[in-house]
């Protein structure tokens, strides 16, 4: 079954996954599974740091590629989404199917969950029947012994036809005796013989009618069976992929000739059959095809499963009962968010100041160099008062909030928190005509918009998508937390001193957010009933089992994967925009900067919002990172003509009081750091996912838009009642 290795391979392969071979020797290897079973875990204890991720070629997919060595032969480890099914009902399960079937992997591992055998079985049948180079992992062992549940792994591998493999992938056990399962698949050193699904007779006798009409096209490149299944199944994209990646045209095989082949090999009337709409007539076979798979996948459970304790998810259920719940469930997600803002807000300070006080001190350094070469000024200016120093400040404001929020989120992510979010807000954004899944990607955004631009990829739907990416922009990110937090500290908490005033400038700051998730939400509501107008799709969101967060695995992850990508693309937009800044600051026109001149030019419309020009500009200026947005005002109001940093709060309370700040000012200026243009980054990252300039523009358009509305409706407001 499965192709044979002259219909593709290697060129096929790097055409759809880009898969970086390190000899023509190396070996594929499949690595699926449900979502929440460890598959994850299995990969990244298998193949350590040595892997990348890439995107499917045409699809807004991420698959993660690493190798590990076994017995001197390099194996490459292709961690497939995860999916529930592979009947192609999302891009997930389309990718999914696609490669184990037409990417020819010498051997697929299956990843299931030991504490719920019975719903994971359903996948490794299905993919059984698409290929005989099976190995299924039965992960997560050790939750299972803690739950007593006992699973005969033996005659498991029995009934199944294939190997079976007991693993704990956090511990590291079973890995050993997988690695050696799958060398021996791969080198056909084990004979397999996966259990054949026996549908009902009509069905059966479909499949035979159809397969003799298929068997010839395809020539033993693909198992003829699961070919005909699919046309019965009403599964018409696999027509396109079998024409795409092996170039058989299998169209001529219609939809009324399956209706045919249905009427004859059954009792059902002709005139029934052909009369019954594709949809009725295909969402019935597809319901009969299922019910056979589950049929059998719970019988085969019940052969191999023994739970000595019937409760054993009790205490999980306690747990949800209050952290689900409509009492409580909404005030602890948002004192949950507290602590980690509070905790990001007071353990940010002072590595922020040691790395400002390294990397300023290298400005030093650079700026004797350059006098004792006695390069040109306006050099010095450009490149180390411009370029440098803006990058200085980035690094120093963003890396320490970075370092603390992403393992924090990490965190509740891997205790299998997120989900309860995600279930928590789904009523909202239904009511919404949004996606249950825009509640995780909204979470993600928190760190950086960039990086909850490319989660909206778990959203199935493009209309949902679109919406999610668009409205992703209405939470801050760590970029704007240095704004909000020395606004809030200055004019909100500044009436506290002492421990109190963290705490006033953290509830300040969670307040902010709820007005950002607020607006989420309306806007949502808004796109869905104007540009982007559709109901919102159902999915399945399954509560996956609180787990024991492993803390080293976390730190990496969230180091490595997150913060230094973030990091990385912000010094890559902040180097450009530190030069053209210092530019603005020094060229003078008539004795006056372009700054100045661009500033005056919007004072009048920034008035209306309750601002100043300079600010305004700051914000534009602020385009490539927003870290820099408050320096740029510094700089503005001081005519120092480059970045500076005040020493304290103090220092900067009095300097924008002296330029005209009031409570009014402040609110506004937090309102519009919530509430305007993504930043470069974001907004090149929304270019790649979408792929249009038109959804870019209006990403640009719509939180810049809601800001401006904002910020002049409570002006003018505050404005008539003589409070400002």
Known sequence: MGLTSQSTGVNALKEMLDIQLSS???????????????????????????????????????????????????????????????????????????????????????????????????????????????????NLMDEAKRKKIRIDLKRLSELLGVPVIGTSAR???????????????????????????????????????????????????????????????????????????????????????????????????????????????????????????????????????NSQRQKHNELDRKIDNILTSKAFGIPTMIALLGIIFWI????????????????????????????????????????????????????SVMLPPMAIFFPLFTLLEDLGYLPRIAFNLDNFFKKACAHGKQALTMCMGFGCNAAGVIGCRIIDSPRERLIAIITNFFVPCNGRFPILIAVTTIFIAGAVSGPMQSVIATLSITLVIILGVIMTLLVSKILSKTILKGLPSSFTLELPPYRKPQV?????????????????????VAAPAGLIIWLMANVNISGISLLDHSAGFLQPFANLLGMDGYILMAFIL???????????????????????????????????????????????????????????????????????????????????????????????????????
């Not at 389309?94 to 994971?120: H, K, M, Q, S, Y």
């Not at 100041?353 to 004797?368: H, N, P, Q, W």
């Open 24 to 138: 023509s020797d190396d070996i594929i290897v499949a690595l699926a599974g449900n979502p929440n079973t460890g598959k994850s875990t299995v990969f990244n204890s298998l193949t350590g740091l040595n892997q990348h991720t890439g995107n499917w070629t045409g699809k807004t997919v991420t698959t993660a590629q690493g190798n590990y060595k076994y017995r001197d032969e390099n194996f490459i480890l292709v961690d497939l989404p995860g999916t529930y099914s592979l009947l192609s009902n999302s891009i997930e399960e389309e990718v999914a199917r696609d490669f184990i079937c037409f990417g020819n992997p010498n051997a697929t591992v299956v990843v299931t969950d030991a504490t719920c055998l019975e719903r994971n079985l359903n996948l490794v049948l299905q993919i059984l029947e698409m290929t005989d180079k099976v190995v299924v992992c039965v």
């Open 171 to 305: 511990s590291g056990e079973g890995l050993e005796e997988l690695m050696d399962a799958v060398y021996k698949v791969s080198h056909n050193e084990i004979t397999t013989k996966p259990i054949r699904i026996q549908y009902d007779d009509d069905i059966e006798n479909t499949i035979q009618y159809i397969e003799e009409k298929t068997k010839k096209s395809v020539d033993n490149k693909i198992n003829s069976r699961w070919v005909s299944l699919k046309l019965i199944d009403g599964d018409i994209s696999i027509i396109d992929s079998i024409n795409k990646y092996i170039g058989i045209d299998l169209s001529n095989i219609t939809n009324n000739e399956t209706k045919l082949g249905l009427a004859e090999v059954s009792s059902t009337p002709l005139s029934e059959v052909l009369s019954t709409s594709n949809d009725l007539a295909y969402g019935d076979l597809r319901d009969r095809i299922v019910s056979s798979i589950v049929k059998l996948a719970e019988n085969i459970s019940h052969q191999v499963v």
């Open 344 to 395: 990001t807000i007071v353990g940010a300070n002072v590595p922020s100041d040691a790395i400002a006080y390294v990397l300023f001190g290298i400005e030093d350094k650079l700026t004797y160099l350059f006098t004792t070469y006695n390069l040109p000024n306006w050099l010095h200016g450009a490149l180390v008062l411009g370029v440098y120093r803006t990058l200085a400040w980035v690094v």
């Open 552 to 572: 080293g695995r976390i730190i990496v992850r969230s180091i490595f994967d997150r913060t230094i990508f973030v990091l990385g693309r912000a010094v890559i």
């Open 622 to 724: 602020g385009l490539p990172a927003n870290e820099i947005v408050m320096p740029i005002i510094i700089m503005s109001y001081m005519a120092t003509g480059t970045m500076i940093e005040l020493e304290n709060l103090e220092a900067l309370r009095s300097l924008l009081i002296s330029n005209g700040w009031t409570w009014l000012t402040a609110i506004n200026v937090m309102l519009f750091c919530l509430m305007h243009f993504p930043c470069a980054t974001t907004l090149l990252t929304i270019k790649k996912e979408t792929k249009s300039w038109k959804w870019t523009f209006v990403s640009f358009l719509v939180p810049t838009i809601a800001g401006i509305t904002l910020t002049f409706t409570f002006t003018q407001i505050v404005r008539l009642l003589g409070l400002a």
